[in-house]
């Protein structure tokens, strides 16, 4: 083959490979240096071994024919040539990036010896310089790489032993360390271990110091104590004695106060002298009353203060004798008004044996005086009916709360309406929920409970059960509300207070509170209070003819269930509970309203209701009982209202009425017999 033949295929075959599929920018000039070409180190290109391969086949080809006469020759060319392919395989494993990096030594030694062998014979078969040089550069090549690969091995080898080496001596080192570490820290054991032991001496002498001024404090407190226990025996001593000075000096107030009293009612006009003529003992009476209100002045500030002093004795008896004084003239000026009264009977005496003819018929007469004296006697006794103003009284509200409850007929019977119903549940409800949440621990809850009320009955809406509601929602609400809301106070006193007494002062501020805005509530509440328990009036009812006893029983105030009554203990413990919210209404105010305005139902009630109740004739255990509640929760309010006048009252009750509530009665229905009358 011609060298342009073979030049031509070998510009065909790198036209048709990768690279020469490229495509070139034309202006490679203006981006890169036009010497960079020139002045890079020459490199064999990857394929050269491929190239090689094809231009030596080529040739074998051209130059076997030839020489096929000369069979001597032809064994030189096929070793030639199977050299050749070795030195061509071998080049080409050197240059392609795909062959091992790592042959054998022995490998390497046969190529090396087969290039040496080869040198001479790969000219003569080169069919051009340029392949020559070539290969003659390949085997330079692989030369070297193959000196390199033995030396790269034997360095390894150096390497690995220096770091065997090296371990060998780290590891002595850290051997020394460890030793090195150990001894110092069973050093630094040795001294933590007398520096512990000498701490713990020390801490063991401190401990003795302490335990030694321990035992000197001790004795000093327990002399301190001795002495304080002395002290406070001396002081519990002192004590005892002033408190029973105190108490003797309270006891004889006490006794100068009930001498005062009872000098005091010798005074009273009306009491044993009021048959006396043009005889006037208001002075007497008003200075008494004075010093009366003075030793009850004394005595309330020193209960104040604690026990009265000795000063406090001597105000009182200097009033005693003061009150002595005074009763001694008023009986001086009496024994004058009794001699000039029988001196001008006297005078009367004689006109009237000169007229005795022209008496003679008026003599007749006199028998009707002496009835009417005796029945007015008899009135002044106890009575078994109440007063006829007070009936009158009671008739007027149990009408009102009739009239209500037919104002609302309209609410009550919706049986047939679902809207009414549910109308009538929800005002029910937002009246009564309220007030059943009032006790005795209600506290700030009050305010609420309070506005809550008053805003429902003032026609605003409020919330009930997640509801709205309002007495608008219905003309009849507002009368339906004020029924049970009334109701709903005297079930709590029947209910909540006669349990716990002092539940009546919460529920009374708030329902006084409501009465003061709404007085139609207060009527109401009268109503139904009267209606379970007729002694709040003060009234007994009357067995009539035709009532049957379980009527009478419930008129009485009596619950009777099934033809059963309930027992006496029962029936005391509600009637205590409503009486006791009775008076706490009567002496209580809404803390935050307006307070210039008087109370709607106040202490003059339940003065009147006391005086009523002392006038009548007592049943043993409900006159006592409702006596009792009733003082305990308002007879304080009372003896500061009323003062002397409440104190009479008091001895009234322990010198007059006690004998006749001992004799009283014991149960209601004892006394059926005269209630009738």
């Given at each position: 083959?011609?060298?342009?033949?073979?030049?031509?295929?070998?510009?065909?075959?790198?036209?048709?490979?990768?690279?020469?599929?490229?495509?070139?920018?034309?202006?490679?000039?203006?981006d890169e240096d036009i010497l960079e070409g020139c002045m890079s180190p020459l490199v064999l290109s990857p394929y050269s071994g491929w190239v090689l391969d094809r231009v030596i086949g080529q040739s074998a080809q051209e130059i076997a024919p030839s020489r096929s006469s000369t069979p001597k020759e032809s064994t030189p060319l096929t070793n030639e040539s199977s050299s050749l392919e070795k030195i061509t395989s071998a080049s080409h494993q050197g240059s392609s990036p795909v062959s091992s990096t790592e042959p054998s030594e022995t490998k390497g030694n046969d190529d090396l010896s087969l290039l040496e062998m080869n040198q001479e014979v790969f000219p003569a078969a080169l069919p051009s310089k340029v392949t020559e040089v070539e290969g003659c550069i390949r085997m330079y090549e692989e030369m070297h790489r193959l000196k390199g690969k033995e030396g790269l091995r034997q360095r390894q080898e150096q390497q690995e032993q220096m770091v065997r080496a090296v371990y060998d001596l780290a590891s002595e080192q850290l051997k020394r360390f460890d030793e090195l570490k150990e001894l110092k820290q069973h050093q630094e054991f040795q001294d933590l271990q007398e520096v512990m032991e000498k701490s713990s001496k020390e801490a063991q002498g401190q401990q003795e110091k302490l335990k030694e001024e321990h035992r000197h404090r001790a004795k000093v407190l327990n002399l301190k104590l001795r002495e304080a226990e002395q002290q406070r025996q001396r002081q519990e001593e002192l004590e005892r004695l002033r408190k029973e000075e105190g108490q003797e000096r309270l006891r004889r107030l006490y006794s100068i106060q009930e001498e005062v009293l009872q000098?005091?009612?010798?005074?009273?006009?009306n009491y044993r002298h009021k048959d006396l003529p043009r005889i006037d003992l208001s002075a007497y009476s008003n200075r008494g009353n004075q010093i009366c209100g003075l030793v009850s002045g004394l005595i309330r500030t020193?209960?104040?203060?604690?026990?009265?002093?000795?000063?406090?004795?001597?105000?009182t008896e200097r009033a005693l004798q003061e009150m002595r004084g005074l009763i001694s003239s008023m009986q001086q000026e009496i024994a004058a008004a009794v001699e000039e009264k029988r001196r001008r009977d006297e005078e009367e005496e004689r006109q009237k044996q000169k007229e005795l003819l022209k008496k003679e018929q008026m003599k007749a007469q006199t028998p009707a005086p002496a009835q009417q004296s005796g029945g007015k006697q008899r009135k002044e006794g106890l009575q078994v009916k109440a007063e006829e103003s007070t009936m009158q009284w009671y008739q007027q509200l149990q009408d009102a709360a009739e009239q209500c409850v037919a104002s609302f007929s309209g609410i009550s019977n919706c049986k047939d309406n679902n809207e009414v119903k549910k109308i009538k549940t929800d005002l029910q409800?937002?009246?009564?929920?309220?007030?059943?949440?009032?006790?005795?621990?209600?506290?700030?809850?009050?305010?609420?409970?309070?506005?809550?009320?008053?805003?429902?009955?003032?026609?605003?809406?409020?919330?009930?059960?997640?509801?709205?509601?309002?007495?608008?929602?219905?003309?009849?609400g507002l009368d339906f509300v004020y029924y049970k809301l009334a109701e709903k106070f005297v079930n709590q006193g029947e209910e909540e207070v006669a349990s716990h007494h002092d539940a009546a002062f919460p529920i009374a501020v708030v329902a006084s509170g409501i009465w003061e805005i709404h007085p139609r509530v207060g009527d109401l509440f009268l109503a139904h209070l009267h209606k379970k328990c007729p002694y709040s009036v003060p009234f007994y009812p009357?067995?009539?003819?035709?009532?049957?006893?379980?009527?009478?029983?419930?008129?009485?105030?009596?619950?009777?269930?099934?033809?059963?009554?309930?027992?006496?203990?029962?029936?005391?413990k509600r009637m205590s509970g409503m009486i006791r919210l009775?008076?706490?209404?009567?002496?209580?105010?809404?803390?935050?309203?307006?307070?210039?305005?008087?109370?709607?139902h106040g202490l003059n009630y339940g003065w009147r209701w006391l005086a009523q109740m002392l006038n009548m004739e007592p049943l043993a255990d409900v006159t006592a009982t409702l006596l009792f509640?009733?003082?305990?929760?308002?007879?304080?309010?009372?003896?500061?209202?009323?003062?002397?006048?409440?104190?009479?009252?008091?001895?009234?009750?322990?010198?007059?009425?006690?004998?006749?509530?001992?004799?009283?009665?014991?149960?209601?229905?004892?006394?059926?017999?005269?209630?009738?009358?």
């Amino acid at each position: 083959m011609q060298p342009r033949q073979l030049r031509w295929e070998t510009l065909a075959a790198l036209r048709t490979s990768s690279k020469g599929q490229l495509s070139y920018c034309r202006h490679w000039l203006q981006d890169e240096d036009i010497l960079e070409g020139c002045m890079s180190p020459l490199v064999l290109s990857p394929y050269s071994g491929w190239v090689l391969d094809r231009v030596i086949g080529q040739s074998a080809q051209e130059i076997a024919p030839s020489r096929s006469s000369t069979p001597k020759e032809s064994t030189p060319l096929t070793n030639e040539s199977s050299s050749l392919e070795k030195i061509t395989s071998a080049s080409h494993q050197g240059s392609s990036p795909v062959s091992s990096t790592e042959p054998s030594e022995t490998k390497g030694n046969d190529d090396l010896s087969l290039l040496e062998m080869n040198q001479e014979v790969f000219p003569a078969a080169l069919p051009s310089k340029v392949t020559e040089v070539e290969g003659c550069i390949r085997m330079y090549e692989e030369m070297h790489r193959l000196k390199g690969k033995e030396g790269l091995r034997q360095r390894q080898e150096q390497q690995e032993q220096m770091v065997r080496a090296v371990y060998d001596l780290a590891s002595e080192q850290l051997k020394r360390f460890d030793e090195l570490k150990e001894l110092k820290q069973h050093q630094e054991f040795q001294d933590l271990q007398e520096v512990m032991e000498k701490s713990s001496k020390e801490a063991q002498g401190q401990q003795e110091k302490l335990k030694e001024e321990h035992r000197h404090r001790a004795k000093v407190l327990n002399l301190k104590l001795r002495e304080a226990e002395q002290q406070r025996q001396r002081q519990e001593e002192l004590e005892r004695l002033r408190k029973e000075e105190g108490q003797e000096r309270l006891r004889r107030l006490y006794s100068i106060q009930e001498e005062v009293l009872q000098l005091n009612q010798q005074i009273d006009p009306n009491y044993r002298h009021k048959d006396l003529p043009r005889i006037d003992l208001s002075a007497y009476s008003n200075r008494g009353n004075q010093i009366c209100g003075l030793v009850s002045g004394l005595i309330r500030t020193t209960s104040e203060r604690g026990f009265p002093t000795q000063v406090d004795v001597a105000n009182t008896e200097r009033a005693l004798q003061e009150m002595r004084g005074l009763i001694s003239s008023m009986q001086q000026e009496i024994a004058a008004a009794v001699e000039e009264k029988r001196r001008r009977d006297e005078e009367e005496e004689r006109q009237k044996q000169k007229e005795l003819l022209k008496k003679e018929q008026m003599k007749a007469q006199t028998p009707a005086p002496a009835q009417q004296s005796g029945g007015k006697q008899r009135k002044e006794g106890l009575q078994v009916k109440a007063e006829e103003s007070t009936m009158q009284w009671y008739q007027q509200l149990q009408d009102a709360a009739e009239q209500c409850v037919a104002s609302f007929s309209g609410i009550s019977n919706c049986k047939d309406n679902n809207e009414v119903k549910k109308i009538k549940t929800d005002l029910q409800k937002a009246a009564t929920i309220p007030v059943s949440q009032i006790s005795r621990i209600a506290g700030s809850q009050l305010r609420e409970i309070f506005d809550k009320i008053n805003n429902l009955l003032s026609g605003k809406s409020v919330q009930s059960g997640g509801r709205t509601v309002s007495v608008t929602q219905h003309p009849q609400g507002l009368d339906f509300v004020y029924y049970k809301l009334a109701e709903k106070f005297v079930n709590q006193g029947e209910e909540e207070v006669a349990s716990h007494h002092d539940a009546a002062f919460p529920i009374a501020v708030v329902a006084s509170g409501i009465w003061e805005i709404h007085p139609r509530v207060g009527d109401l509440f009268l109503a139904h209070l009267h209606k379970k328990c007729p002694y709040s009036v003060p009234f007994y009812p009357a067995l009539k003819e035709g009532t049957s006893m379980e009527e009478y029983q419930r008129m009485l105030g009596y619950q009777v269930k099934d033809s059963k009554t309930e027992e006496q203990d029962n029936f005391l413990k509600r009637m205590s509970g409503m009486i006791r919210l009775y008076a706490a209404i009567i002496q209580l105010r809404w803390p935050y309203g307006n307070k210039q305005g008087t109370h709607p139902h106040g202490l003059n009630y339940g003065w009147r209701w006391l005086a009523q109740m002392l006038n009548m004739e007592p049943l043993a255990d409900v006159t006592a009982t409702l006596l009792f509640d009733f003082l305990e929760v308002c007879g304080n309010a009372l003896m500061k209202q009323y003062q002397v006048q409440f104190w009479k009252m008091m001895l009234l009750i322990r010198e007059d009425y006690f004998p006749s509530l001992c004799h009283s009665p014991a149960h209601p229905l004892v006394n059926q017999t005269q209630l009738s009358k």
